[in-house]
């Protein structure tokens, strides 16, 4: 079963304009960890921000922002005032938090987002 | 400014040959992932090692990969033999288990392997 789903393969937005990245997961662990990673075409992978399943508050760094949405299921990321720059490919991922055995992330299947001058 | 270095950046190989990839973790991290990424499978985890023992390498065919951490500051991945399927770019992470987790992994550059 898919746990991590990102529904939109490309986005195409304007310069300046907010872009909301959808994701949607599925686990039945009360503990986990929820990630967005920045893939530019250089290849690396940049992390950018982190919600954990029990942070009441939704995690913010700089211009990024997670909607976490416990009930939905939902982890989408927010970057406001897009640049040129963020144009990338962009990866939801999940961790669940386990005593014992693997902390792995699971990755979606990523969103290509394309910021238009 | 400490970074997660992999070697080689690139490979091109011919099918039935060995190849290594090597791993340096940020010093001072104890956990290290090996994902490997294909246009088709996405990012998937072959391996990962916490405090150099393997925990989980659930993801990696045993019959031609085998994963390694001779020491604190070298994760090594080997396939033995190569096959085309294989061509994919190669991503070592390395973390810091905090209680009972790893709060963020710090991913390298990647290794791009071609088969041919």
């Known amino acids: 079963a898919q746990k991590i789903t990102q529904t939109q393969p490309g986005m195409f937005v304007q310069e300046k304009e907010a872009v909301t990245l959808d994701c949607t997961y599925d686990?039945?662990?009360?503990?986990?960890?929820l990630f967005w990673y920045k893939q530019p075409s250089s290849g690396e992978m940049i992390f950018l921000i982190y919600?954990?399943?029990?942070?009441?508050q939704n995690a913010t760094e700089g211009r990024y922002s997670l909607n976490f949405q416990k009930a939905r299921k939902s982890a989408n990321l927010v970057i406001s005032a897009s640049q040129l720059g963020d144009s990338a490919m962009y990866f939801c991922?999940?961790?669940?938090?386990?005593?014992?055995?693997?902390?792995?992330?699971?990755f979606g299947q990523g969103t290509r987002l394309t910021i238009n001058p | 400014d400490a970074r997660v270095t992999q070697t080689p950046r690139h490979k091109v190989t011919e099918m039935g040959q060995e190849v290594t990839m090597r791993c340096q973790p940020i010093l001072g991290h104890n956990t290290v992932f090996w994902y490997r990424q294909t246009m088709m499978q996405g990012l998937e985890l072959l391996a990962y090692f916490r405090n150099r023992a393997p925990l989980d390498d659930s993801g990696m065919p045993k019959d031609r990969f085998s994963a390694e951490m001779p020491d604190a500051t070298l994760a090594t991945l080997k396939i033995q033999p190569s096959e085309p399927r294989d061509s994919a770019v190669y991503f070592c992470?390395?973390?810091?288990?905090?209680?009972?987790?790893?709060?963020?992994?710090?991913f390298g550059p990647g290794t791009r392997l071609t088969v041919l």
């Open positions: 992470a390395s973390g810091s288990l905090a209680v009972l987790w790893v709060d963020e992994q710090f």
């Open positions: 686990t039945s662990d009360q503990s986990y960890g």
């Open positions: 919600q954990g399943s029990y942070d009441e």
């Open positions: 991922a999940m961790r669940e938090d386990k005593i014992q055995g693997a902390q792995k992330l699971v």
